[in-house]
């Protein structure tokens, strides 16, 4: 019995130690998980890029931090609350739609069925419309006639892309305004020197007006351009080698067309589709009824409302 009672008491001494040595181990994991936390902490406030520094053989973790993120959306909400508070002082009953990222792979662009000319080819493409699935159009002004710096302001504070095709007959009256346009990352394309009927000239004709705006551009703006959009459409064969001889890569006719106080269309649905072009013109109330904002308003209203965004025509060539 004797030895029972010892074996006892032994039991209950190493149960005792066991507890004790628990207790210890605890306090030790709990310990390290407070390093461990800490150097997590240290970490993301110390690493150039947030990351902690991997086991060896694993990879780094490269997830942003969390105050990245909440920054990120910060920045998002303000500049929604900013369009939105522009289009309401521009007079627009909805903000723009913002438009989705430039696709990463640009689409393959050929030339309308019907739009072409003998030996297509191996010219530039005359197109109405970019292919793609996404709910974007793009928005493109002719000539330079007028030149409202309400337009500047308005485009600028609502956002909103444009590409501009302009003829130096009319620009040459100022061409610091669209100088400010581009400073504004609005691309300034061919639209002729004097904006004439091409398929009435001949093909060294053609290519003194095409090639001439060129240089013109270049000069005034540093850039030659790659898109030349023929006055009112109308292009020969001649037009398409003269443009391709001075450097143009495509030629994006339009779509529709927009006023203030109105939509043309070229489909027979009238209606926008995804990709479409849509052309205007530097104008003001000498030439139709309204001024330029109020074209834009026109614009918006119908592409917002039928779920568009307006993206910017470079990215998708």
Not at 258 to 262: E, G, N, S, T
């Given at each position: 019995m004797q030895l029972v009672r010892q074996n006892d008491k032994f039991r209950a001494r190493r149960k005792g130690r066991g507890r004790a040595q628990g207790r210890v181990r605890g306090r030790v994991r709990a310990g390290a998980a407070v390093l461990t936390a800490a150097a997590i902490v240290s970490g993301c406030a110390s690493g150039d890029d947030g990351g902690a520094n991997p086991a060896p053989g694993q990879q780094r973790l490269d997830a942003p931090p969390a105050r990245a993120l909440d920054s990120y959306a910060h920045k998002l909400r303000v500049t929604q609350v900013a369009r939105a508070a522009a289009a309401k002082r521009w007079g627009l009953a909805k903000p723009p739609l913002a438009a989705p990222p430039a696709p990463a792979k640009k689409p393959a662009i050929t030339t309308r069925k019907g739009f072409e000319v003998k030996g297509q080819a191996s010219l530039p493409p005359v197109f109405t419309t970019i292919p793609t699935k996404k709910k974007v159009v793009f928005l493109t002004i002719d000539d330079g006639a007028e030149k409202d710096p309400a337009l500047l302001k308005m485009m600028s504070e609502l956002q909103i892309p444009y590409t501009a095709f302009l003829s130096?007959?009319?620009v040459k009256e100022d061409y610091g305004?669209?100088?400010k346009m581009q400073s504004r990352g609005v691309a300034l394309n061919n639209h002729t020197l004097n904006h004439p009927y091409?398929?009435?000239?001949?093909?060294k004709q053609q290519r003194r007006e095409i090639c001439g705006m060129q240089d013109v551009i270049h000069k005034r703006?540093?850039?030659r351009p790659e898109l030349f959009r023929p006055p009112y459409g109308n292009y020969n064969a001649d037009s398409l080698r003269a443009a391709k001889?001075?450097?143009i890569k495509a030629v994006p006719l339009w779509a529709s067309e927009?006023?203030?106080?109105?939509m043309d269309w070229r489909e027979w649905d009238r209606d926008l589709h995804p990709g479409d072009i849509i052309l205007t013109h530097f104008r003001g109330r000498e030439d139709w009824k309204g001024t330029m904002p109020d074209m834009i308003r026109k614009v918006m209203k119908t592409v917002t409302d039928k779920g568009y965004a307006v993206a910017r025509l470079e990215d998708y060539l």
């Open positions: 130096d007959y009319l305004y669209f100088k091409l398929p009435g000239l001949s093909y703006y540093g850039k001889s001075c450097g927009a006023f203030p106080d109105r």
